[in-house]
Structures are given as C-alpha cells and as structure tokens.
C-alpha cells in the first residue's frame, strides 16, 4: 500500500502482537548427548542421591528455530497502517482529564451520529453503531470522537475511530482520501487537483461541485503539509453538518489529537473567520 514515510508521532506504537514464533515443537536447540555425556555401564543402580548418568536435552528457547532464534516478522504496510490499537479506557479518561464529556451514544444528541456513519466513506450496515462517545474543545474548535462498533450477538468489536467538527455554514459534499485506497459511492463526485503533483500523488480531492471553499481546502499549503507528513491512514468527509475524520481504528488519545490537528487546518480554511 503506501512506502515508508515520515509518520505522525501518535503512529509510534509498540509491538503489536504480529511477530510471528515458531511453535516450540518445530524446533528447538537441544541436541541428544554425545558419547562423552553417558556414564560408563557399571553393576548396578545409581548410587543414592547421585545425578543420572545423562540428564534429558534443555527445554527450547521460545522463538528459537533449527538455527537459531528467529527474528520476529516485520509488519507489512496494511498492518502497519490499520492495526487495532484502539483503547476506550485511555481515550475516556484522556476525555474527562480535559473536560470532555463521554456518553454511551444513545441519546437524543447522538442522533446526528448515525447520519454521520451512514455516510462515511467506509461500508457501514445495520450491525455498525456510533459508542463511546467524547465530546470537548480542542483550542476553538467544537469536536465529537467516537468509536463505530460492529455488534454481533455478545460481541462488539470498534472497527473505526471516527472525530468529527460541526460546520458553521454549509459546504458541498467532499471527500478527501488517500489515492491508494479503493473507494466506493463516488458517483457524481468531481476530482478537484490541488496543483501540487506530490500531493496529488498521495491524496484526492472529490466533491458534489467544483467551489471557492473545496478549492481552497485544496490549495492550502498548510493542509497540504499537515497531511503530507502522516501514514495515508485517514479520511475525510462532510455530511449532517460536520467535517469529519475516520481511520479503521479504535479510539486513543493520541488518535483523538491527530484527527483534531487536521481538522482544525481545515475547518479554518472552510471557514475563514473562524
């Protein structure tokens, strides 16, 4: 998917669980006694208390193969980029610790939630639902956070970590996504070029029309800069009112801080006065 580039400091994580082992039966750095380990035959059992004439092989060092330790595997891009590191407790205490308010999503002011999942950019159904829901002020600016959770029977498992802005005046429907992603329900989006070919590379503009303020949102050389220094992991869409940001994810409080420096960019150009 993407080649390695400078990342967001929030992408600096810790081993992920990915690095695959070799289960301990496959291998294993013991080896079966020589001729110099076995005691000479001799009349008789052991003496009391002595050791066995050969003491069994050493149990193998986890991880160790036929030749040695073996090195973990390295993460490739699609799991470097969308691996799980959601962590509802720390973006919740992270929430109250500056203020914000958290709310399970179910009530009347959660409503526009659900218009906001609908038209996301990923595949939503009937299983996903907005949760864990932070509301709060990053600087000036007015921001939701929640997670969009997939519900099967027990289960509810955050499949994407979505923050997002209320708009103080209408703009068209855009959509703001990596160039390398697949996308679906582009039909009648215009692609709208920055005119800056390195970021048009990475990131494309579409939009239900061709205006002053989606232009402007393209020729922003701050926004330009902000996204070109991060992983192509997120996307960005309008809809009931908000500009929002979404990445396949769980909600952390460093996830939290990097939707809202990127938002903040662009809300300022969607609306000048801000």
Same mark, same amino acid.
């Given at each position: 998917m993407s080649s390695p580039r400078d990342r967001d400091p929030f992408d600096d994580r810790p081993d992920d669980g990915t690095g695959w082992r070799e289960p301990r039966h496959l291998g294993g750095e013991g080896a079966n006694p020589g001729p110099d380990d076995v005691a000479p035959a001799g009349p008789g059992p052991d003496a009391p208390g002595e050791p066995p004439p050969w003491a069994p092989p050493p149990a193998p060092t986890p991880g160790a193969g036929l030749f040695g330790p073996r090195r973990p595997r390295t993460p490739g891009a699609v799991e470097e980029v969308f691996a799980y590191q959601g962590d509802l407790v720390g973006a919740q205490a992270w929430a109250l610790q500056n203020g914000w308010t958290v709310s399970d999503g179910t009530g009347p002011e959660d409503a526009v939630l659900a218009d906001l999942v609908a038209s996301a950019p990923f595949r939503a159904h009937k299983d996903h639902r907005?949760?864990? /829901?932070?509301? &709060?002020?990053? =600087?000036?600016?007015?921001?939701?956070?929640?997670?969009?959770?997939?519900?099967?029977?027990?289960? $509810?498992?955050?499949?994407?970590?979505?923050?997002?802005?209320?708009?103080?005046?209408? /703009?068209?429907?855009?959509?703001?996504?990596?160039?390398?992603?697949?996308?679906?329900?582009?039909?009648?989006? /215009?692609?709208?070029?920055? &005119?800056?070919?390195?970021?048009?590379?990475?990131?494309?503009?579409?939009?239900?029309?061709?205006?002053?303020?989606?232009?402007?949102?393209? &020729?922003?050389?701050? /926004? $330009?800069?902000?996204?070109?220094?991060?992983?192509? =992991?997120?996307?960005?869409?309008?809809?009931?009112?908000?500009?929002?940001?979404?990445?396949?994810?769980?909600?952390?409080?460093?996830?939290?801080?990097?939707?809202?420096?990127?938002?903040?960019?662009?809300?300022?150009?969607?609306?000048?006065?801000?």
């Open positions: 907005p949760a864990g /829901v932070l509301r &709060g002020r990053y =600087g000036t600016l007015d921001l939701v956070a929640f997670d969009v959770v997939y519900t099967s029977g027990r289960y $509810r498992v955050p499949q994407y970590a979505v923050t997002a802005a209320p708009l103080l005046t209408p /703009v068209p429907y855009l959509r703001l996504s990596p160039a390398r992603l697949w996308k679906h329900r582009t039909g009648g989006l /215009v692609p709208v070029p920055s &005119g800056d070919q390195a970021f048009d590379a990475r990131w494309q503009l579409l939009a239900a029309e061709d205006g002053p303020s989606v232009r402007a949102l393209a &020729g922003d050389p701050a /926004v $330009r800069g902000l996204l070109l220094g991060t992983d192509d =992991g997120d996307e960005f869409w309008t809809a009931a009112g908000h500009l929002a940001a979404v990445r396949p994810d769980g909600h952390r409080p460093q996830l939290i801080e990097h939707h809202a420096r990127l938002l903040s960019a662009m809300v300022r150009v969607l609306h000048p006065v801000w």
